[in-house]
């Protein structure tokens, strides 16, 4: 079985630049969300989908993100424009829907480390 | 938000020595999460706890659920080169929300 993959692993742009990420979810999954680290801090939530819905958008920063999963597969974060704030590696994760253990079981991505210049 | 206190924030030991790490919070949490990042990877799940006061093994390693539903730990006994990595705990409250800590560094030394 494939694991969550997320596309660019890195991705280098100017402060002002638009910059896209995917990511592919386990397939079968339900849950899909988005995190991000700033070196050394905590992995933090930036929002969740159910198949295709906005669970939970409460942690991303500001109106420069938008997340979206057509279809309910896999999901793309633009940010627009590009700050230098925005730096750190993106975290996609999924899981399933059903008993605890597999709703607390997230499966994660290896990151895409974005930097803005 | 919710913030996790993870400490410590790296560690540097020996092959074959134990390792403590542990994580508090000012809110509770329904369930407690510790995971393992190695270079150039997502975070893979260690260990999960849903109830205070659990107790819970994965081979070398050990991670109870605290009693105020505030706190964690995890163990490791008897480290090994492959342990190398950062260690993270998380947790879930009552609003399904995922909180993550800073993360601990751990550097095996053989």
């Known amino acids: 079985e494939a694991g969550v993959t997320q596309f660019p692993s890195h991705s280098v742009i100017e402060k002002g630049q638009t910059v896209t990420l995917r990511c592919d979810p386990i397939s079968g999954h339900d849950n899909l969300y988005w995190y991000r680290r700033v070196m050394g801090k905590e992995i933090k939530f930036l929002l969740h989908?159910?198949?295709?819905?906005?669970?939970?958008e409460s942690g991303m920063p500001n109106n420069r993100f938008l997340a979206e999963r057509t279809g309910g597969t896999y999901s793309t974060l633009k940010v627009q424009p590009a700050e230098l704030e925005d730096s750190g590696v993106y975290f996609c994760?999924?899981?399933?829907?059903?008993?605890?253990?597999?709703?607390?079981?997230?499966?994660f991505g290896p990151g895409t480390r974005l930097t803005v210049l | 938000g919710q913030q996790l206190n993870q400490s410590p924030q790296s560690m540097f030991i020996q092959e074959g020595e134990d390792v403590s790490m542990n994580c508090t919070s000012s809110s509770i949490f329904n369930t407690w999460l510790w995971y393992k990042q190695d270079p150039g990877e997502g975070p893979v799940l260690l260990i999960a706890l849903y109830k205070a006061g659990e107790l819970t093994s994965n081979g070398r390693l050990t991670a109870q659920f605290g009693i105020t539903r505030k706190d964690s730990f995890l163990n490791i006994s008897a480290s090994i080169p492959s342990d190398v990595g950062i260690y993270f705990c998380?947790?879930?409250?009552?609003?399904?929300?995922?909180?993550f800590g800073t993360g601990t560094s751990l550097t095996v030394i053989p």
């Open positions: 994760a999924s899981s399933q829907t059903g008993s605890r253990s597999s709703y607390n079981e997230q499966f």
């Open positions: 998380a947790g879930r409250n009552t609003g399904n929300q995922f909180y």
């Open positions: 989908f159910v198949k295709e819905s906005k669970q939970d």
